[in-house]
Antibody, heavy 118, light 110 residues
Framework: EVQLLESGGGLVQIGGSLRLSCAASGFSFSGFGMNWVRQAPGRGLEWVSG????????HYADSVRGRFTISRDNSRDTVYLQIHRLTADDTATFYCTKGDRSGGIDHWGQGTLVTVSS | QSVLTQPPSVSAAAGQKVTISCSGSYSNIGRNFVSWYQQFPGTAPKLLIHENYNRPSGTPDRFSGSKSGTSATLDITGLQTGDEADYYCGTWDHSLDAGIFGGGTKLTVL
């Protein structure tokens, strides 16, 4: 069974930094791309970032490029999202997601809440 | 405003059929597979349809997907009160070089 367990969320001050982690299990981690998707309270889904199976290729939404960095450690079956210069607009539940073979997303974690406050 | 356009809400009576549309462009739906996700309040989204029309194990056959050109559709037949949720379409956009979602559609079963 695929499991994705996010951690690292919490209350952070505006301008601060945070690193989210996602521990994966139940599949061959190094064979699949991984993504982060966020959802602000009461809002829709927003794709944030993705990383290739090897970690060599990364992609970002325009809204976060330059502030967010995605990475992965295939020896630990873990994907990370480093977030800098947090703003109130970053307040959201961040979901770790597993990519499928055709470019979509087939599994979601339970999410970790990031709250940015002054 | 989302790159993929969905109706904010749809409704139909229990037992009836509802259709949720997802409109995009050549750079996204026109060139890539579309997935559909179901999300209940307070829970994570779940994959409902992948590769335009394929149902993962666990998705009832009351749910079906299709794609034509730059638009995709999710049909739900035999509506049940338990189907009340938010539904999102998603795909990759080659111009943006990024993943994208529709704005989501809230389904109400009357």
């Amino acid at each position: 069974e695929v499991q994705l367990l996010e951690s690292g969320g919490g209350l952070v001050q505006i301008g601060g930094s945070l690193r989210l982690s996602c521990a994966a299990s139940g599949f061959s981690f190094s064979g699949f791309g991984m993504n982060w998707v966020r959802q602000a309270p009461g809002r829709g889904l927003e794709w944030v970032s993705g990383v290739s199976p090897s970690g060599e290729t990364t992609h970002y939404a325009d809204s976060v490029r330059g502030r967010f960095t995605i990475s992965r450690d295939n020896s630990r079956d873990t994907v990370y999202l480093q977030i800098h210069r947090l703003t109130a607009d970053d307040t959201a539940t961040f979901y770790c997601t597993k990519g499928d073979r055709s470019g979509g997303i087939d599994h979601w974690g339970q999410g970790t809440l990031v709250t940015v406050s002054s | 405003q989302s790159v993929l356009t969905q109706p904010p809400s749809v409704s139909a009576a229990a037992g009836q059929k509802v259709t949720i549309s997802c409109s995009g462009s050549y750079s996204n739906i026109g060139r890539n597979f579309v997935s559909w996700y179901q999300q209940f309040p307070g829970t994570a989204p779940k994959l409902l349809i992948h590769e335009n029309y394929n149902r993962p194990s666990g998705t009832p056959d009351r749910f079906s997907g299709s794609k034509s050109g730059t638009s995709a559709t999710l049909d739900i037949t035999g509506l049940q009160t338990g189907d009340e949720a938010d539904y999102y379409c998603g795909t990759w956009d080659h111009s943006l070089d990024a993943g994208i979602f529709g704005g989501g559609t809230k389904l109400t079963v009357l």
